[in-house]
């Protein structure tokens, strides 16, 4: 798993490094943090963007496409398993 930080590559790293504040916050508001909500966050947030295509879009589709959702998940399933944990 140590591919780049700790995690498998450094597209994931990023994605965690720049939505971990938000998906802590929705972790905190009682949200269940799956792979699925992680692909659905970062789709709109592409729906959201500049239109690119050609070299930059096909760039951006390889990068999206290499992130591990399920590792970022898994992160925020152990962390709300701890949050229950200490709050019994």
């Excluded at 916050?25 to 947030?45: F, P, R, V, Y």
């Excluded at 690119?52 to 399920?70: K, Q």
Aim: net charge negative; aromatic share 12%; glycine share 6%.
């Amino acid at each position: 798993m140590a591919g780049y930080n700790g995690w498998t590559n450094k597209e994931t790293w990023l994605v965690n490094l720049w939505l971990g504040d938000y998906f802590q916050q929705e972790l905190a508001d009682g949200h269940e943090i799956t792979s699925a909500h992680i692909k659905d966050t970062i789709n709109n947030m592409l729906a959201d963007s500049p239109e690119l295509w050609g070299l930059f879009s096909d760039l951006l589709n390889c990068a999206v496409g290499e992130i591990n959702c399920y590792e970022i998940a898994a992160r925020y399933e152990k962390e709300r398993t701890m949050r229950l944990v200490t709050d019994r």
